[in-house]
């Protein structure tokens, strides 16, 4: 049963619960989208239906760039926020399509909706929505934003630090995105429709590899090839380890190396497999990255959750190799990679 | 020894080693996958503690190690049925097909709690655990701290707009403390305890390690962060002028005799450090020649017969045990000396027994043992623990009190949470003004936790902070900030 697969989807539990939420608001988003209002923004009528520049922030200096600092905690990557007044910090988690915040904070706020229900949401357990008033991180004002709210107390009860939240792409889509995680910085730069920086903003991104962004949702599915064979990832910067389907065609398989397993013991007798290791050829453009820590797993539940196959998701190990530069609004993906080790 | 014969030695038992040890465990050439089966690759000539890595490693029963190494061809375990096959020389492959489909039930945290244990964090900047530190600082005035006021200076980086700093004093907060613009550089002044500290200055959003501070440590994300000692003791040796080189040791730092090397001073040696809260012993090598601090009247036998200087840092608790004026020794014993039976003797005053002992902020248990007999303090409510495995138990420079202001007549109440593996039987709470209480010491972080009002679980009233936990109840939230 649907239900049964999602709540097994264990692995990434912030990309599932994020994921499965926000398709839920992809829904939402598209009666919104229809209305008039967007045509006033130029950036917005280029966007796909769903989003409907609902997350445009304010730039409070009126600059067309804004450098955020990022603080680690084990490997995920957090932004200091302030979300309605509550101060504390938003996992970068691009697993998640815009917004999601944590129950422990925010249950007293005004649902905005319900959950919209079909199969996958439901399984979540029931998504409510409420509405923000305002997010502040770095020179960034957001106002008036519906947010999906799930219990994350599980990530701070790892970490050690208090989550707001997680945010995801949705909520920097109409801007190029700079992932720089080596230094923990990300960089957000205004762009023109055709995802151009305005007034020439440094000198552009050049990347050693770059891939078109495919499909229209907000998640970024990435091809990466293993052994000749393509295969299709999530971007998943909440991913704390990478993770590979396994399920994958027998050569990959024979390609990782295992280096830790256990069996977790559920209330079925069989228990669970769980394997991690190394990803040792794994490629993008002419680029080949080994030694990638991964989870092996059965990514069906994923897979649903994004609503389209997929054979991994490339999570901290792949991006501590390089830097990332992401727009969609000119659909492109860039990756410059480091050079030796980095000061 | 002579070190040649040494050397010999040393040369004879690799040798010995590498002979017996030649099936040598390499964690990344035990397990693989080969169409679809989970294949182990494993040495018959492996010793048992090989034997156990792998078997802890991959999880595999060691009973089901034990029959491969038995010469079975088919094991089943569980509900899996294993393959045994012979390859090469002493070579054998355990396999059993890959699991495709996995159990349901597994609660998504238990499973990133245990791939939490195997990814490769690359530092750690814990600074509780630190004993003692010393500064690296290229420019002497790049860092000041005196009177518990810590001076950074950030030199340069004039056209930067806004300069903070960022570090385990503010939880690395990258918002709540700016630095200002100071003649040729960036300026910022902090009330700091004594004590490590990591941070970084975050330049127009920009992290940056202090350029001029040469002491730095990986964070869990790999990058570096700078490093900073406040001092809270000084080390002098007065006179000593004609020495060439004098350095202080001590338990603190394992008694090597490197030692920490001291600067000459107008009128003989110093040298300031850090030192954790707690008790040292501590000795000066001038030229190679071990002495104890002459300006140092505390001085002990340790049980070598050695001489060592002792030297309490933070503030000091006074134990005291009233009454059994006959007894002819009392010790006290605890968790904060691993319970040693002997180590410290209590002194006898005309009302009964007292003995000063420094040690650092925390929670600890501890007993009296009064000639050879173990008890709890009397005068101290505060006790862990059930039936005959009571301790007394004191929170030193306790941050935070836990409150229960209903149930008067509850029999008991315990406090049980994340920071006591949520023990039921440890911490009893005491009544006191008609409220409940328990005073701890918890590092900064968070803590979930709950009452137990006889027998029954409950939500702390009083905290509006909650959190679902893995049964669908809820478990209250204490957030404790760096108190600096």
Same mark, same amino acid.
């Given at each position: 049963?649907?239900?049964?697969?999602?709540?097994?989807?264990?692995?990434?539990?912030?990309?599932?619960?994020?994921?499965?939420?926000?398709?839920?608001?992809?829904?939402?988003?598209?009666?919104?989208?229809?209305?008039?209002?967007?045509?006033?923004?130029?950036?917005?009528?280029?966007?796909?239906?769903?989003?409907?520049?609902?997350?445009?922030?304010?730039?409070?200096?009126?600059?067309?760039?804004?450098?955020?600092?990022?603080?680690?905690?084990?490997?995920?990557?957090?932004?200091?926020?302030?979300?309605?007044?509550?101060?504390?910090?938003?996992?970068?988690?691009?697993?998640?399509?815009?917004?999601?915040?944590?129950?422990?904070?925010?249950?007293?706020?005004?649902?905005?909706?319900?959950?919209?229900?079909?199969?996958?949401?439901?399984?979540?357990?029931?998504?409510?929505?409420?509405?923000?008033?305002?997010?502040?991180?770095?020179?960034?004002?957001?106002?008036?934003?519906?947010?999906?709210?799930?219990?994350?107390?599980?990530?701070?009860?790892?970490?050690?630090?208090?989550?707001?939240?997680?945010?995801?792409?949705?909520?920097?889509?109409?801007?190029?995105?700079?992932?720089?995680?080596?230094?923990?910085?990300?960089?957000?730069?205004?762009?023109?429709?055709?995802?151009?920086?305005?007034?020439?903003?440094?000198?552009?991104?050049?990347?050693?590899?770059?891939?078109?962004?495919?499909?229209?949702?907000?998640?970024?599915?990435? *091809?990466?090839?293993?052994?000749?064979? !393509?295969?299709?990832?999530?971007?998943?910067?909440?991913?704390?380890?990478?993770?590979?389907?396994?399920?994958?065609?027998?050569?990959?398989?024979?390609?990782?190396?295992?280096?830790?397993? %256990?069996?977790?013991?559920?209330?079925?007798?069989?228990?669970?497999?769980?394997?991690?290791?190394?990803?040792?050829?794994?490629?993008?453009?002419?680029?080949?990255?080994?030694?990638?820590?991964?989870?092996?797993?059965?990514?069906?539940?994923?897979?649903?959750?994004?609503?389209?196959?997929?054979?991994?998701?490339?999570?901290? @190990?792949?991006? *501590?190799?390089?830097?990332?530069?992401?727009?969609?609004?000119?659909?492109?993906?860039?990756?410059?990679?480091?050079?030796?080790?980095?000061? | 020894?002579?070190?040649?014969?040494?050397?010999?030695?040393?040369?004879?038992?690799?040798?010995?080693?590498?002979?017996?040890? #030649?099936?040598?465990?390499?964690?990344?050439?035990?397990?693989?996958?080969?169409?679809? #089966?989970?294949?182990?690759?494993?040495?018959?000539?492996?010793?048992?503690?090989?034997?156990?890595?792998?078997?802890?490693?991959?999880?595999?029963?060691?009973?089901?190690?034990?029959?491969?190494?038995?010469?079975?061809?088919?094991?089943?375990?569980?509900?899996?049925?294993?393959?045994?096959?012979?390859?090469?020389?002493?070579?054998?492959?355990?396999?059993?097909?890959?699991?495709?489909?996995?159990?349901?039930?597994?609660?998504?945290?238990?499973?990133?709690?245990?791939?939490?244990?195997?990814?490769?964090?690359?530092?750690?900047?814990?600074?509780?655990?630190?004993?003692?530190?010393?500064?690296?600082?290229?420019?002497?005035?790049?860092?000041?701290? @005196?009177?518990? *006021?810590?001076?950074?200076?950030?030199?340069?980086?004039?056209?930067?707009?806004?300069?903070?700093?960022?570090?385990?004093?503010?939880?690395?907060?990258?918002?709540?403390?700016?630095?200002?613009?100071?003649? +040729?550089?960036?300026?910022?002044?902090?009330?700091?305890?004594?004590?490590?500290?990591?941070?970084?200055?975050?330049?127009?959003?920009?992290?940056?390690?202090?350029?001029?501070?040469?002491?730095?440590?990986?964070?869990?994300?790999?990058?570096?962060?700078?490093? !900073?000692?406040?001092?809270?003791?000084?080390?002098?040796?007065?006179?000593?002028?004609?020495?060439?080189?004098?350095?202080?040791?001590?338990?603190?730092?394992?008694?090597?005799?490197?030692?920490?090397?001291?600067?000459?001073?107008?009128?003989?040696?110093?040298?300031?450090?850090?030192?954790?809260?707690?008790?040292?012993?501590?000795?000066?090598?001038?030229?190679?020649?071990?002495?104890?601090?002459?300006?140092?009247?505390?001085?002990?036998?340790?049980?070598?017969?050695?001489?060592?200087?002792?030297?309490?840092?933070?503030?000091?608790?006074?134990?005291?045990?009233?009454?059994?004026?006959?007894?002819?020794?009392?010790?006290?014993?605890?968790?904060?000396?691993?319970?040693?039976?002997?180590?410290?003797?209590?002194?006898? %005053?005309?009302?009964?027994?007292?003995?000063?002992?420094?040690?650092?902020?925390?929670?600890?248990?501890?007993?009296?043992?009064?000639?050879?007999?173990?008890?709890?303090?009397?005068?101290?409510?505060?006790?862990?623990?059930?039936?005959?495995?009571?301790?007394?138990?004191?929170?030193?420079?306790?941050?935070?009190?836990?409150?229960?202001?209903?149930?008067?007549?509850?029999?008991?109440?315990?406090?049980?949470?994340?920071?006591?593996?949520? +023990?039921?039987?440890?911490?009893?709470?005491?009544?006191?003004?008609?409220?409940?209480?328990?005073?701890?010491?918890?590092?900064?972080?968070?803590?979930?936790?709950?009452?137990?009002?006889?027998?029954?679980?409950?939500?702390?009233?009083?905290?509006?902070?909650?959190?679902?936990?893995?049964?669908?109840?809820?478990?209250?939230?204490?957030?404790?900030?760096?108190?600096?």
């Amino acid at each position: 049963m649907k239900s049964g697969r999602i709540i097994y989807s264990l692995l990434f539990c912030i990309v599932v619960v994020a994921v499965a939420v926000s398709l839920s608001s992809f829904s939402l988003h598209k009666t919104v989208s229809t209305l008039p209002d967007a045509v006033n923004s130029p950036v917005a009528n280029l966007l796909p239906a769903f989003n409907s520049g609902f997350y445009d922030p304010d730039f409070n200096l009126n600059a067309d760039s804004v450098i955020i600092p990022m603080k680690t905690a084990g490997h995920l990557f957090l932004i200091e926020a302030k979300v309605d007044g509550e101060v504390g910090n938003l996992v970068f988690d691009t697993g998640a399509s815009g917004l999601v915040i944590n129950s422990s904070y925010f249950r007293n706020h005004v649902k905005s909706g319900g959950t919209t229900s079909t199969g996958i949401t439901g399984s979540v357990g029931n998504v409510e929505q409420i509405s923000i008033g305002q997010i502040e991180f770095a020179d960034l004002t957001y106002r008036n934003l519906r947010a999906d709210m799930a219990n994350l107390g599980h990530i701070e009860n790892r970490r050690g630090v208090k989550i707001l939240g997680l945010i995801g792409f949705g909520m920097m889509r109409n801007l190029e995105i700079v992932i720089d995680p080596i230094n923990s910085e990300l960089k957000l730069f205004r762009i023109d429709q055709t995802g151009k920086r305005l007034n020439g903003k440094g000198t552009g991104f050049k990347p050693d590899y770059s891939q078109k962004i495919e499909g229209n949702t907000n998640i970024l599915f990435l *091809k990466g090839t293993i052994r000749g064979k !393509v295969l299709n990832f999530c971007f998943d910067t909440g991913a704390e380890t990478n993770a590979i389907s396994s399920d994958c065609n027998k050569k990959i398989m024979s390609t990782l190396t295992i280096t830790r397993r %256990t069996v977790l013991k559920g209330t079925g007798t069989a228990g669970s497999e769980v394997l991690f290791g190394k990803m040792n050829d794994f490629v993008i453009g002419n680029h080949q990255i080994r030694d990638m820590e991964t989870i092996i797993s059965n990514m069906d539940a994923l897979s649903e959750a994004f609503g389209t196959h997929i054979d991994g998701l490339l999570g901290f @190990s792949f991006m *501590k190799n390089g830097v990332l530069c992401i727009n969609f609004v000119n659909k492109q993906f860039g990756i410059r990679f480091k050079k030796g080790e980095e000061k | 020894m002579k070190p040649f014969v040494c050397f010999s030695l040393l040369f004879m038992t690799l040798m010995f080693n590498s002979l017996v040890t #030649q099936a040598q465990l390499d964690p990344d050439k035990v397990c693989h996958i080969e169409n679809g #089966q989970l294949i182990f690759t494993l040495n018959l000539k492996w010793s048992e503690k090989e034997k156990k890595e792998v078997s802890k490693l991959f999880d595999l029963d060691s009973t089901l190690i034990a029959q491969v190494y038995s010469g079975k061809s088919v094991i089943v375990s569980g509900n899996e049925t294993w393959k045994v096959k012979k390859i090469q020389g002493t070579l054998v492959e355990l396999s059993k097909s890959v699991q495709s489909k996995a159990d349901k039930s597994i609660r998504m945290n238990d499973l990133l709690l245990v791939v939490e244990n195997w990814m490769n964090f690359a530092g750690n900047t814990a600074s509780t655990t630190t004993v003692y530190g010393i500064n690296n600082f290229e420019v002497a005035n790049a860092f000041t701290y @005196s009177q518990n *006021k810590a001076l950074f200076y950030l030199p340069a980086n004039k056209t930067a707009q806004r300069v903070y700093i960022s570090g385990t004093f503010n939880n690395w907060s990258t918002t709540q403390t700016p630095m200002k613009m100071m003649g +040729n550089g960036w300026m910022v002044e902090l009330k700091l305890n004594p004590g490590k500290y990591a941070y970084k200055f975050i330049v127009d959003g920009r992290w940056t390690t202090d350029p001029s501070n040469k002491l730095r440590e990986r964070g869990d994300a790999g990058a570096y962060n700078s490093v !900073v000692y406040c001092y809270n003791h000084v080390f002098e040796l007065k006179g000593h002028k004609d020495a060439r080189k004098v350095v202080v040791t001590g338990n603190f730092y394992g008694w090597n005799p490197r030692g920490f090397p001291m600067q000459p001073t107008a009128d003989g040696w110093s040298l300031p450090m850090y030192l954790r809260d707690g008790t040292y012993a501590y000795k000066f090598l001038v030229d190679n020649e071990w002495m104890t601090d002459p300006a140092n009247p505390a001085v002990r036998k340790d049980a070598d017969g050695n001489l060592n200087s002792f030297i309490g840092i933070g503030e000091s608790y006074l134990f005291k045990l009233d009454g059994y004026t006959t007894a002819k020794k009392v010790v006290l014993t605890g968790s904060f000396n691993a319970w040693d039976e002997v180590e410290l003797v209590m002194d006898k %005053t005309p009302k009964g027994w007292q003995f000063p002992y420094v040690i650092a902020a925390g929670n600890y248990e501890y007993k009296f043992i009064v000639d050879g007999k173990w008890m709890i303090d009397p005068a101290n409510p505060f006790i862990t623990g059930s039936g005959n495995f009571q301790n007394s138990f004191i929170a030193l420079k306790a941050n935070h009190i836990f409150e229960l202001n209903k149930y008067p007549d509850a029999r008991t109440v315990i406090l049980a949470g994340s920071f006591n593996n949520w +023990n039921e039987d440890g911490y009893k709470m005491v009544k006191e003004g008609g409220k409940w209480i328990w005073p701890i010491y918890l590092q900064p972080g968070k803590y979930t936790y709950k009452f137990i009002v006889d027998g029954t679980w409950i939500l702390d009233p009083a905290d509006k902070l909650y959190d679902q936990n893995e049964y669908g109840t809820n478990n209250s939230v204490l957030w404790v900030e760096p108190s600096n």
